[in-house]
């Protein structure tokens, strides 16, 4: 596959729209870390048009590392290769096929997806996209994960379709965002996924926030696939760097349960609950994982002095903030499985969220958000454990955000 894609990049260096314009590939050092590689140090390449600016023919993201702990397998590698296809695009509304190989962090991927966009107007936080997918996947090596338990060693065809809408209401913006995974190597299983987020501001600081998940797995569906109270799916865990391997998060911080990633069905004060059942004494105990979940988030944001001083500021606030809210999170396994619990999980509290978000040419999130939260209150807390005391999480990522 990598072979095949190098090839292709080959070929792409030629004239692009009847044009003869050249081909630029533009290096950068890279330098990140994690308990199996170590530092691992690297090369990031961008390969365009020039003059594109990420919206041309020929777009390469490439990347190559060496761990200098010299693991198993200390070299790793990302190339990804994208088209758009002329005859389905126009300004803002984009088709592209895009083809993919990868191979780090002890997991490897390969394949191709397709891509349609639609953006009525100028504004890219308003937009329509659909997405299919066919892909080759396999975790090489557990050692890199963080929980063990969470993860097949099997060999996945994963074929896939997507569709997400964001646009805006009466009330204000909202995301509708829809996937379905089906896995057709060895034990056939499908894994459906929705989520749709409402905003409801009252002004620049006051508001409301409201997410609703609902999730199934059918039976034999991989263990990174299934879905917990607290926290993301394992598999989504490799969309970003910071949570691909443990040790980017010091894994003592993980192995705790006071450290939140944020996903699924987000009842973040189970966490702690959640984490005990991932780790276990020789292989022993059973991850707490459903085959179905549906929850509900609600955040309410309420004034706080800093969130008003960056405010007056429009420069910085168009890329930073500090808010400050009260959170309350239900739900529940729809019972597909007879494994399934029947019980209603539910928390509230309070916190603050700092977002540090710069978005790239389609309007869509780049950055982070760290978080500070009281889940003061569980309608089913640890044996012994009063439900109204005094809890704290950290997390990474926003519970509710577009």
Do not use: C
């Amino acid at each position: 596959m990598t072979i095949f894609l190098l090839a292709i990049l080959f070929f792409w260096s030629g004239p692009a729209n009847g044009q003869s314009r050249g081909y630029e590939l533009l290096p950068s050092p890279d330098l990140w870390y994690n308990d199996v590689d170590g530092i691992r140090v690297g090369l990031n390449v961008k390969g365009q048009v020039p003059g594109s600016f990420d919206d041309g023919p020929h777009r390469l993201n490439a990347g190559f590392w060496v761990g200098l702990w010299f693991p198993d397998n200390p070299v790793s590698y990302y190339i990804s290769l994208t088209e758009p296809v002329k005859a389905w695009s126009d300004f803002g509304s984009e088709a592209s096929v895009e083809l993919l190989s990868s191979i780090r962090t002890g997991y490897q991927k390969h394949g191709v997806t397709l891509k349609k966009r639609w953006q009525p107007g100028f504004d890219e936080r308003q937009f329509y996209s659909f997405t299919l997918h066919q892909h080759y996947e396999n975790r090489m090596d557990v050692e890199y994960t963080a929980f063990p338990a969470l993860w097949s060693e099997d060999d996945k065809w994963i074929s896939g379709a997507s569709f997400e809408i964001q646009r805006s209401n009466q009330v204000g913006r909202y995301n509708l965002n829809t996937n379905i995974n089906t896995q057709l190597l060895n034990d056939f299983y499908a894994v459906w996924t929705t989520t749709a987020i409402q905003n409801l501001p009252i002004n620049d600081i006051w508001g409301g926030r409201i997410r609703l998940f609902g999730g199934i797995a059918s039976a034999d569906t991989a263990p990174e696939y299934l879905f917990s109270r607290s926290t993301l799916p394992a598999i989504n865990t490799l969309e970003s760097g910071v949570t691909r391997a443990k040790g980017t998060i010091p894994d003592p911080w993980m192995q705790s349960g006071d450290f939140h990633l944020s996903g699924g069905a987000n009842i973040r004060g189970y966490m702690n609950q959640d984490v005990s059942s991932f780790t276990s004494d020789e292989g022993e105990s059973v991850p707490f994982l459903q085959n179905s979940m549906i929850s509900a988030n609600l955040e309410f944001d309420y004034w706080n002095p800093f969130q008003s001083l960056i405010k007056k500021s429009s420069m910085i606030s168009d890329f930073l903030s500090l808010r400050s809210y009260l959170f309350f999170d239900t739900g529940k396994s729809l019972q597909i499985e007879s494994g399934d619990s029947d019980e209603l999980f539910s928390d509230a509290g309070t916190g603050i969220a700092l977002s540090f978000n710069i978005p790239n040419n389609f309007g869509k999130p780049r950055g982070f958000v760290l978080r500070y939260e009281l889940p003061l209150w569980l309608s089913h807390p640890e044996p012994g454990e009063d439900e109204f005391t005094f809890r704290q999480i950290v997390g990474f990522g926003a519970v509710i955000s577009f």
